[in-house]
C-alpha cells in the first residue's frame, strides 16, 4: 500500500521568504504522479503542481517548485517569495499509474505573516 | 469555465438520518470522485464513478454510496449516519484519460460540510 508522510504539521513563514515543505512517500510502484495541493480557508483543493516519475526534471509552476528524489522517494514544495495569499493547507499527494484515487499525506499547515 | 459545484454547502443532520451530496462536474469530464476530510483523518478517498459505472471504492461501509447520471453529475448518499460521518465531503472530476494518453488531474469542487448532531 502506498503512504504519504508529511512531517511538519505546521510552519510559519514572513512574506517575501522563501520556504520548503517535505513531504515523503512509500510506493513499490515505478510509474506514478506526485503532487501538490492548496486548500485555502475557502476550502477548495487547487493543484499547485504536478510532477510525473518518470521525469528526471523537477516541475515547476512560476514561484512553486519542487525537488524530486524519486531514490530517497522524497517530494518537497519549494515556494518563493511567499506572499499572504500563500496561506493555506498543503497537501502532498501520491496516484499511481492510470488509478484513480489520489492518496493525500495529512497536510501542512504554513502561515504567510505580514 | 465552470469548476465542480457541490451542493449544499453545509448539511445538518441527526443520527440515524439519511444524507444526500449533490456534485456536478466540470463540462466535458467524464470521471467524479469523491472524498472525505474528517478532522485528524485527512482525506480519504471514498468512491470513484466513471461513465454512470462504480469504478472503485476505499475503505468506507457499504451505507456510503452514490450514482453518477448521464450527464455526469453525482450523488453520495450516506445511510443511517453516525457522528463520526462529520467531515467535509469533496467531489473532484477528471478526464480519465487525455488525448495523449496522460492521467488527467483531478480537479476538486468546495464541498459539503455535513455535520451529525
Known amino acids: 500500500a502506498q503512504t504519504v508522510t508529511q512531517s511538519q504539521p505546521e510552519m510559519s513563514v514572513q512574506e517575501a521568504e522563501t520556504v520548503t515543505l517535505s513531504c515523503t512517500y512509500d510506493?513499490?510502484?515505478?510509474?506514478?504522479?506526485l503532487f501538490w495541493y492548496k486548500q485555502p480557508p475557502s476550502r477548495q483543493m487547487i493543484l499547485v503542481i504536478r510532477q510525473e516519475a518518470y521525469k528526471q526534471q523537477n516541475a515547476t509552476e512560476n514561484r512553486f517548485s519542487v525537488n524530486f528524489q524519486k531514490a530517497a522517494k522524497s517530494f518537497s514544495l519549494k515556494i518563493s517569495d511567499s506572499q499572504l495569499g500563500d496561506t493555506a493547507m498543503y497537501f502532498c499527494?501520491?496516484?499511481?499509474?492510470?488509478?484513480?484515487?489520489?492518496?493525500f499525506g495529512k497536510g501542512t499547515r504554513l502561515h504567510i505573516l505580514p | 469555465e465552470a469548476g465542480v459545484t457541490q451542493s449544499p454547502t453545509h448539511l445538518i443532520k441527526t443520527r440515524g438520518q439519511q444524507a444526500t451530496l449533490r456534485c456536478s462536474p466540470i463540462s466535458g469530464h467524464t470521471s467524479v470522485y469523491w472524498y472525505q476530510q474528517a478532522l485528524g483523518l485527512g482525506l480519504q478517498f471514498l468512491l470513484w464513478?466513471?461513465?454512470?459505472?462504480?469504478?472503485n471504492r476505499g475503505n468506507f461501509p457499504p451505507r456510503f454510496s452514490g450514482r453518477q447520471f448521464p450527464n455526469y453529475s453525482s450523488e453520495l448518499n450516506v445511510n443511517a449516519l453516525e457522528l463520526e460521518d462529520s467531515a467535509l465531503y469533496l467531489c473532484?472530476?477528471?478526464?480519465?484519460?487525455?488525448?495523449?494518453?496522460?492521467?488527467?488531474?483531478?480537479?476538486f469542487g468546495d464541498g459539503t460540510r455535513l455535520s451529525i448532531l
Open positions: 510506493t513499490s510502484e515505478s510509474n506514478y504522479y
Open positions: 464513478y466513471d461513465e454512470g459505472e462504480e469504478r
Open positions: 499527494a501520491f496516484m499511481k499509474y492510470r488509478d484513480d484515487k489520489i492518496i
Open positions: 473532484a472530476s477528471s478526464l480519465v484519460l487525455g488525448a495523449d494518453g496522460v492521467d488527467q488531474p483531478q480537479h
